[in-house]
């Protein structure tokens, strides 16, 4: 079988590809599809394609735009088990609850969100000065790149996630990159974004596919005239690279990059509740095998009985957790590789730390641990982030230590701290939160950081190198969809020439 | 005399210089006061006094911020006469109407409409989820650099002016750059800022003031760990190497730059009404020696007998205009580079072109023109700025050539398109208005750039390289002050914990 074809123009056709990569089913490594690796030619089609969509998107109501994303959730439902089963073959995330009952199900709920969003139109902040008959509101930005990232494949893939969601209600074409890990479930859903599009008369290249390029070329298709903006939610060091590219030519580019979590435990919560919390944490380190965004990663304690009897009961869960398996090869390996960067820097391991001998991808379920007086002797190496199922406790000797611990970490996407619910932490919870509110762009209390929920309070994003501005979200509707937006300001403008949201 | 003090941690205190400038009077080129260039040891004494002070302005209220925003504005109106004399004295900008009356009333009404925005508490979208106790809001950033630029000393200096404004009341101290063609201007601000900082018990060092430093230390100072983000108006070439430094830093730095601001002048508004239009465009090209940020420099007629009056029209107001005083040496430099940029590129002069010979620094009122063609064959070195009473004027064969001419042009600030009254220009218009919208923030119609309204309506942004994020803008109160903000959640955040606006 010869290499899936890309998706550009509104067409299916084969790639001008300069070589292929094949999927993997990371539970057998067994090898799976064939996809092709674009050549510049790819990209530069889709971009005229994509510019060409966007001048024509122009003309469109918020209800046009609306009927696309809603056909395209309606048609993912329809051919919910095929995607699901792909998924779970291209990623190892279970059918269920995983991707069936919780995925999908938050796929299509935030396309009905941002379709809601874009026939309301209050997103754009449409703002009138009739004294002075100025006007502004926010209008599309032009084409979108999206690289979406391994972990979600259907709810943050580039095609059908947040990211996408959010440009096309804005008013923007999108070219989504596929993900290298399940570019077999990105087509199942390119096919039906197409078809949804077809369906209610969208311009053709309103959505595009790619599977992969080299990283000159995504380089250069992010920093590319015809681009409005780029989402990229991946990996620190390939988001960097586009950033420099995109900044260098005054290109947008919104970044989801690395987070650690931190996760602070004041001594009043553990003597309230040990296990409830020793349970959440564990739960919480270990869904999903550990491979979310928002896994909590540094976990800070005080030094004590309780601290010391917290870590055996989480050591025991940690051990009594069956070991996940991981999401690809490249997940496996940088976790493993993340893992020895914390031993190296004087983490000290509980439990797990090796791979396990089974057939897929997988490492058992890791907990590290160093000392407050470690950790401020080197800092930047124990923030290494171990995507998967590792977590760093990192024990201080008292309250001091441990807030001068927070004021060393960098811009992360959560960090959270438990306390006793009748006060008796309060001192120290007033010393630890003014520190952590500005490192973050969630702060919570007596909650894990995983579970993101849609919500227009909602914040998924956080100070660099957490992403690259603190001032946007990529989760929540609908100020997710201000990130792929431009302001535009009609002063004296006649009436009839306004949009119809700025009129009298 | 020696060079005057700096403004550090609420001390004026003599700099930590490597040399020093002097302030020159434009209109005359005699030297005036001498300031200090200073080491990195005044940024970095800045810098640390400024997270300090931002660490306890996190616990001021709207209202106190708000208070010492009115008792400055007050301070400025009670020391008028002192500062705008110096200020004319520095700049050659008229007192009267110019500084007392417009650009100083200007700045205390920004002042005062942001400290009814920090007051009013709205800016920071307040957003409260109940359901599931998710709520964010916008805080401050941390300090934030203004760089000012030279054509404003008081409305946008760096130590009145609109970012300052803004970067208070969204709740952070300012480390202001002065801007070296005002800086004895920009000290006696500093003084009254520093002194209703006292009077209304602010942190000492919420307001700071550094002269000059090198341009390695700019570069330093806004990509440093503890700079929340810059405001930065200038040179493009200037700002483009402190985005570098900032984009390399993972910094926010917010940009305006270069903008010709091009104004299409359709054929039936010719017709209508010439001599009007001729009028308003050689009044704002000329007031205030054009040098304003949206001075039009680049105006598109069609060829014909009707543009041909036009420009005789416009030729003969020029001529008659007295040639203003430029800025400074540096301004009349830049002018006569940028004119001589664009006859090299073709460009043929209809009036001006020269340097007068009166004793202050002087550019000949000038008005130059290409036709469209030309402007195709080079419309880099054709979009160069000439920053001042200098324009260059298109005429192109037809309508579809000015929409290409209208296709190669960067992003500006503003556009604009005169057009017949009773609609003989609309299919005209509407070839051009859908090309010039993506490139421009705000676009008028039958009304000059120049003035740019306090409008919560306004955008004075824009597409790179006039800004660098086309989504914020720089005048307009509430929204100027989210630039300097970031998104803080609070994900089940206990109640006594939660911001005020963020209650139930």
Redesign the interface.
């Known amino acids: 079988m010869p290499a899936h074809p890309v998706l550009i123009a509104g067409r299916w056709r084969p790639a001008n590809a300069t070589a292929t990569f094949r999927a993997e089913n990371p539970a057998t490594r067994e090898p799976l599809d064939e996809f092709p690796i674009s050549a510049w030619g790819d990209c530069d089609e889709a971009l005229s394609a994509a510019a060409e969509a966007f001048?024509q998107m122009?003309s469109l109501t918020g209800d046009q735009i609306a009927a696309f994303l809603e056909a395209y959730a309606g048609r993912i439902e329809a051919r919910k088990d095929e995607i699901v089963k792909l998924a779970n073959l291209e990623t190892a995330l279970p059918v269920s609850p995983r991707l069936a009952d919780n995925e999908l199900p938050r796929t299509t709920s935030q396309l009905r969100q941002a379709a809601a969003a874009a026939r309301d139109g209050s997103w754009a902040l449409p703002?009138?000065?009739a004294k002075?008959n100025?006007?502004?509101m926010?209008?599309p930005?032009?084409p979108v790149a999206v690289f979406g990232p391994n972990n979600f494949p259907l709810a943050f893939n580039s095609v059908s996630g947040g990211d996408f969601a959010a440009a096309i209600a804005a008013g923007n074409p999108v070219i989504a990159k596929a993900n290298s890990s399940h570019p077999g479930t990105t087509r199942l859903l390119a096919e039906e974004a197409l078809a949804a599009a077809q369906a209610t008369k969208m311009p053709a290249a309103i959505v595009q596919l790619i599977y992969r390029t080299s990283h000159e070329d995504g380089e250069r298709l992010v920093s590319d005239c015809r681009i409005g903006a780029t989402g990229y939610t991946g990996s620190r060091s390939a988001g960097l690279k586009l950033?420099?590219a995109a900044?260098?030519a005054?290109?947008?580019i919104y970044l989801e990059l690395s987070s650690i979590n931190p996760v602070v435990i004041l001594p009043g919560a553990l003597e309230e509740r040990l296990d409830d919390i020793a349970g959440q944490f564990s739960t919480s380190c270990l869904m999903g095998t550990g491979q979310f965004c928002t896994n909590p990663g540094l976990i800070i304690l005080l030094a004590g009985d309780s601290t010391e009897k917290f870590l055996e009961s989480a050591v025991a869960r940690f051990k009594a957790a069956p070991a996940g398996t991981l999401l690809s090869a490249g997940v496996a390996k940088s976790l493993s590789q993340g893992i020895s960067a914390l031993v190296r820097a004087g983490a000290h391991t509980l439990v797990g730390g090796k791979s396990t001998s089974e057939k897929g991808y997988s490492q058992a379920n890791t907990l590290l641990r160093v000392s407050g007086q470690q950790f401020l002797e080197a800092p930047d190496a124990l923030q290494t982030e171990a995507f998967g199922n590792a977590s760093l406790v990192v024990v201080a000797d008292d309250i001091d230590q441990a807030a001068s611990v927070i004021d060393h970490l960098e811009g992360n996407l959560?960090g959270c701290v438990y306390s006793h619910t009748a006060g008796a932490d309060d001192a120290a919870?007033d010393k630890i939160?003014?520190r952590l509110?500005?490192k973050v762009?969630?702060?919570?209390?007596?909650?894990m950081?995983t579970g993101v929920?849609v919500?227009?309070?909602?914040?998924h994003?956080g100070?660099?190198?957490a992403t690259?501005?603190?001032?946007?979200?990529a989760v929540?509707i609908p100020?997710s969809l201000?990130?792929f937006?431009?302001?535009?300001?009609?002063?004296?403008?006649?009436p009839h020439?306004l949009p119809a949201a700025l009129r009298d």
Not at 455 to 459: E, K, L, T
Not at 468 to 473: A, E, W, Y
Not at 485 to 494: F, G, I, K, S
């Open positions: 001048e122009r703002t009138i000065d002075q100025i006007r502004s926010y209008g930005i032009g950033k420099a900044d260098q005054g290109k947008l959560t919870y939160a003014p509110r500005p762009g969630r702060l919570l209390n007596d909650k950081p929920a919500s227009p309070a909602m914040n994003g100070p660099y190198p690259g501005h603190p001032g946007f979200t929540g100020a201000r990130r937006a431009v302001l535009h300001c009609y002063d004296n403008v006649r020439r």
